[in-house]
């Protein structure tokens, strides 16, 4: 073979490899909340990298704490919205004794409250579409948990009994539901909320013996919210290293 031909093929490969990455969700609309850093960002990154148009209200727009600001934005969406990430979320951690009634509150609802809202208001247009995916961003803390976490594994475990049963009611409207638990991501807020002997700690524990990077998160993500994703709703999938299964 020449080099010519090389040359060639080598360009119809990149040509498919583009092609194959503009189909993925091309032209679909997104909307991804706590997209300014982390895990969201990523997302947001890759979702554009694949084609989607990403929305990610500014909390100024989108306050997931108040009931009247989340009604407020979606009634303020001007495009139908075809993908919907549920990522924002709090977690003030306090043992069970020292978890006061604001806290508790606040963290069901930005953790829970508000993903249902959403959820509540763009699935009947989903439907009505014909095609819609769902991602509820949860956590291990979900599957397994640990001290000082309640608030925080309460709101997780009801997003995905949330995922669950909004699967099961969608489903047939070619609605896609599903949810997502990271462990432990190589992002800014971990960074700051552990030491460095705190960090090889947490990655002994981790049978891959490292963290998770948030593009890692976000490609499984990409992958639940495409067309390529025909079949799993319902699920909550754990991307965690391993972490959770020892």
């Not at 956590?139 to 309640?150: A, M, N, T």
């Not at 896609?176 to 947490?202: C, H, M, R, W, Y």
Request: charged share 20%; proline share 3%.
């Amino acid at each position: 073979m020449n080099s010519g031909s090389r040359c060639s093929n080598s360009d119809r490969h990149k040509k498919r490899i583009k092609q194959s990455r503009r189909l993925h969700i091309k032209d679909r609309t997104a909307v991804v909340t706590g997209a300014s850093r982390g895990i969201g960002l990523a997302i947001t990154e890759r979702l554009n990298y694949y084609g989607a148009k990403v929305i990610t209200p500014l909390r100024s727009e989108l306050d997931l704490l108040s009931n009247e600001s989340v009604d407020k934005y979606l009634a303020s969406l001007k495009e139908p919205v075809d993908i919907l990430i549920n990522n924002a979320g709090v977690n003030n951690i306090a043992a069970c004794e020292s978890v006061t009634d604001e806290n508790l509150q606040e963290t069901l609802q930005v953790n829970l409250v508000a993903p249902f809202r959403l959820a509540r208001a763009l699935t009947p247009l989903m439907a009505k579409r014909g095609y819609g995916r769902i991602v509820n961003i949860s956590s291990i803390w979900s599957v397994v948990s640990k001290g000082g976490r309640l608030p925080y594994s309460m709101s997780k475990s009801g997003l995905s009994g949330l995922t669950r049963t909004l699967a099961v009611e969608v489903a047939r409207f070619n609605v896609l539901v599903n949810g997502l638990a990271p462990g432990f991501v190589n992002t800014e807020l971990t960074s700051q909320n552990n030491t460095e002997k705190d960090l090889a700690a947490i990655r002994a524990m981790i049978p891959t013996g490292r963290l998770a990077e948030p593009e890692e998160i976000a490609e499984v993500v990409s992958f639940l919210c495409s067309a390529k994703n025909s079949y799993i709703t319902g699920q909550t999938i754990v991307v965690d290293g391993g972490f959770s299964i020892q």
